[in-house]
């Protein structure tokens, strides 16, 4: 295995914090990109500092804003400017939201897709040059198994901002391979433990219309949230996704998987995606385009 530089975005907890951890302990040089790292997210860069510390591996920070393209310039340009290059990119940053949707005003949902997709973008213009010229890399973005699978109400503009990114990752990938940069869809499911996606979920600004909602759909968001805990095994561990990421990761060039599933509720999207995947190879193949289907390896034949 060759240590790689890599730059995870929305590390200050969750997936991407567990990630961090699971990244820096394979023996990887691993920035975990929090925003506000002076200010409201001290303590989650001091736990990244004493776990690099208590496990003696290489687990850093960088002040990371996803909303912010300076942010992310900066970010980027630190690590090269440190290493001379990225070879992984794990595009993770995502806020989660809960209510009726109608009650979500427009300015809002424009916040959900800044954080979910644009900030993917940012990062993606900030750091693809870079591996463009290289003719090396590995981009993993961390989608949701609501792009797919079972969609419960009350997550609405959530999973409409997942899809969107999910969708960009599905054009990247075509659009990357000839570059010799390969691409790697993870597709957690409803972690109700291990994560604070739940606990810390943005509700709508417009309390008139929940009220509205709520005379219909009375405790709905608890009922969602209980359902979807008991769909759960009891042993599932939200650390598993961190762990796929990382034996990606270690895959060869070449052979790292394009989607992975990775759902104890079972809420269908493996199913569904075995389709969806399926038609996006065979139509590839039908107009000519089946080499987009796997990453070219560049002229000295080295690859992330």
């Given at each position: 295995m060759s240590k790689k530089i890599i730059l995870i975005t929305?590390?200050?907890?969750?997936?991407?914090?567990?990630?961090?951890?699971?990244?820096?302990?394979?023996?990887?040089?691993?920035?975990?990109?929090?925003?506000?790292?002076?200010t409201r997210n001290t303590a989650a860069v001091k736990e990244a500092e004493d776990y690099a510390k208590a496990h003696k591996v290489a687990l850093r920070t960088v002040e990371l804003d996803v909303s912010s393209q300076d942010s992310v310039d900066q970010a980027v340009a630190e690590l090269i400017a440190s290493h001379g290059q990225i070879d992984v990119l794990v595009q993770n940053a995502g806020h989660m939201v809960t209510g009726p949707s109608e009650a979500f005003t427009p300015e809002q949902m424009a916040d959900i897709y800044d954080t979910n997709v644009l900030g993917a973008q940012r990062l993606n213009r900030a750091a693809l040059p870079h591996l463009r010229q290289r003719g090396s890399g590995l981009v993993v973005w961390v989608s949701s198994s609501s792009v797919k699978g079972g969609t419960p109400p009350y997550l609405g503009p959530y999973f409409a901002a997942k899809a969107a990114m999910d969708s960009l990752a599905v054009t990247y990938a075509a659009e990357l391979a000839r570059f010799g940069i390969e691409t790697s869809i993870v597709v957690p499911g409803s972690y109700t433990h291990g994560t604070n996606h739940f606990a810390h979920s943005g509700s709508p600004a417009d309390s008139a219309v929940v009220a509205d909602y709520d005379q219909k759909y009375p405790g709905l968001l608890e009922e969602v949230a209980k359902k979807l805990a008991a769909l759960s095994p009891p042993d599932a561990d939200v650390g598993e996704v961190a762990r796929e990421i990382a034996r990606i990761v270690d895959l060869p060039h070449g052979t790292r998987p394009y989607r992975v599933v990775i759902d104890p509720a079972d809420d269908g999207s493996a199913c569904v995606s075995v389709v969806a995947d399926h038609i996006r190879k065979e139509f590839l193949s039908r107009v000519g385009l089946d080499d987009l289907l796997k990453p070219a390896t560049n002229a000295s034949g080295s690859a992330a």
């Amino acid at each position: 295995m060759s240590k790689k530089i890599i730059l995870i975005t929305g590390a200050s907890s969750g997936f991407g914090a567990l990630t961090a951890r699971a990244l820096a302990d394979a023996g990887h040089i691993v920035y975990a990109g929090i925003r506000a790292t002076t200010t409201r997210n001290t303590a989650a860069v001091k736990e990244a500092e004493d776990y690099a510390k208590a496990h003696k591996v290489a687990l850093r920070t960088v002040e990371l804003d996803v909303s912010s393209q300076d942010s992310v310039d900066q970010a980027v340009a630190e690590l090269i400017a440190s290493h001379g290059q990225i070879d992984v990119l794990v595009q993770n940053a995502g806020h989660m939201v809960t209510g009726p949707s109608e009650a979500f005003t427009p300015e809002q949902m424009a916040d959900i897709y800044d954080t979910n997709v644009l900030g993917a973008q940012r990062l993606n213009r900030a750091a693809l040059p870079h591996l463009r010229q290289r003719g090396s890399g590995l981009v993993v973005w961390v989608s949701s198994s609501s792009v797919k699978g079972g969609t419960p109400p009350y997550l609405g503009p959530y999973f409409a901002a997942k899809a969107a990114m999910d969708s960009l990752a599905v054009t990247y990938a075509a659009e990357l391979a000839r570059f010799g940069i390969e691409t790697s869809i993870v597709v957690p499911g409803s972690y109700t433990h291990g994560t604070n996606h739940f606990a810390h979920s943005g509700s709508p600004a417009d309390s008139a219309v929940v009220a509205d909602y709520d005379q219909k759909y009375p405790g709905l968001l608890e009922e969602v949230a209980k359902k979807l805990a008991a769909l759960s095994p009891p042993d599932a561990d939200v650390g598993e996704v961190a762990r796929e990421i990382a034996r990606i990761v270690d895959l060869p060039h070449g052979t790292r998987p394009y989607r992975v599933v990775i759902d104890p509720a079972d809420d269908g999207s493996a199913c569904v995606s075995v389709v969806a995947d399926h038609i996006r190879k065979e139509f590839l193949s039908r107009v000519g385009l089946d080499d987009l289907l796997k990453p070219a390896t560049n002229a000295s034949g080295s690859a992330a």
